[in-house]
Nanobody, 122 residues
């Protein structure tokens, strides 16, 4: 069973940066597509970024140019480096994994972390 543990969230000011980490265990990380999603209060969970097992990367339009997704297979960890944070980035951020190619849809992901809160004050 794959387990995902996120870390790195916190309270920051607009314009600051944060790096989220997602460490996986119990599976074959190099074969997993990793995704980051976020959910704000009263809103549906939305796609943020994905990095496939073979390398292709994609981002939501709202974070392009500000967020960078990466992975270190040796450390079985995926990262989301967030810069120039805005109040509208405030949400619980979740990492997710699947043993298939990239997807923007949260229902396509099999494994989920517990989430980490990111709060951006103006």
């Amino acid at each position: 069973q794959v387990q995902l543990v996120e870390s790195g969230g916190g309270l920051v000011q607009a314009g600051d940066s944060l790096r989220l980490s997602c460490t996986a265990s119990g599976g074959t990380f190099s074969r997993q597509t990793m995704g980051w999603f976020r959910q704000a209060p009263g809103k549906e969970r939305e796609f943020v970024a994905t990095i496939s097992r073979s390398g292709p990367i994609d981002y939501a339009d709202s974070v392009k140019g500000r967020f960078t997704i990466s992975r270190n297979n040796a450390k079985t960890t995926a990262y989301l480096h967030m810069t120039n944070l805005k109040p509208e980035d405030t949400a619980v951020y979740y990492c997710a994994a699947r043993y298939s190619g990239s997807s923007y849809f949260f229902r396509d992901y099999t494994y989920w972390g517990q989430g980490t809160q990111v709060t951006v004050s103006s």
